[in-house]
DNA sequence: AGTCGGTATTCATAATAAAACATACCGTTA
DNA sequence: TAACGGTATGTTTTATTATGAATACCGACT
């Protein structure tokens, strides 16, 4: 049995969230983290750099920057982009492109579990 | 053996590390992070925020809002402050404080170290 | 040839975050 | 009680980063 008093002291357990973020470096700097991966990921689905970004709120001047980054730091270019034509242009993920998004989210999948696994064991 | 001519087009492949970080979340935001875990160590060394803030260049404003937010956070208080007194006062872990910062490393190390593995099978 | 819509690029501006500065407070010790 | 050195706190600059606006370019299509 338990006493009322006995919550007078009593503080309410705090809950915590491990968090885990992951991205790949080359020599030049980032090559690929979270937000570029979504950003191909929208290109992919969307067809332009200029809706992908708009899907997520990026500017298009950043989205240019990170595919332009990206492809730079690739061995081969994630994104294959076109310029004029009937609807002005757009861009795609080529096979390198498509098989980069898979790759990270499924390395991040592995790993947030993992990491939840050994987060149980935590006690803050 | 191998032609010149192959050289042509050879490309060098490009050399890619994968970077993991991992951090704490509580309801009202960050909680411990790489940065804190680093500044609280520091702490333990030097016996006062201001000190453990300069060992990181990091300035004694934020590293004393860190100790401040961690605290409240915490089910007990990680870091203990003492105010004026023989060397004007002073800081260092609690009990708590030292299990967080053997916790996060050791959480960290077993993360990296899976993640390193994963990565291997990785290619870009 | 002119329209359309996305890419390519520069430049100015806004939003955020971090550092620097300035002061008051605090308690032991000389 | 005056000095010292760290804590406590607000304010002001600086630095970093992201956004927005403006413009040129491109090529299929009518």
Redesign the interface.
């Known amino acids: 049995m338990r006493y009322a008093y006995d919550c007078i002291s009593m503080?309410k357990?705090?809950?915590?969230?491990?968090?885990?973020?992951?991205?790949?470096?080359?020599?030049n700097g980032i090559?690929?983290g979270l937000g570029r991966v979504i950003l191909l990921e929208n290109i992919g689905k969307t067809g332009s750099i200029t809706n992908a970004a708009k899907e997520m709120k990026m500017s298009y001047r950043q989205a240019w920057q990170f595919v332009e980054d990206m492809n730079k730091?690739?061995?081969v270019p994630l994104v294959e982009k076109m310029l004029g034509g009937k609807n002005g242009g757009g861009a795609r993920l080529t096979v390198?492109g498509e098989s980069?998004v898979k790759?990270y989210f499924k390395?991040e999948n592995?790993?947030r579990k993992?990491?939840n696994k050994?987060?149980t064991k935590?006690?803050?």
Chains 1, 2 share one sequence.
Request: proline share 0%; no cysteine.
């Open positions: 503080k357990e705090k809950k915590y969230t491990l968090r885990v973020r992951l991205w790949v470096e080359e020599t090559f690929l730091q690739a061995n390198a980069a790759s390395l592995k790993i993992f990491a050994e987060a935590l006690k803050f």
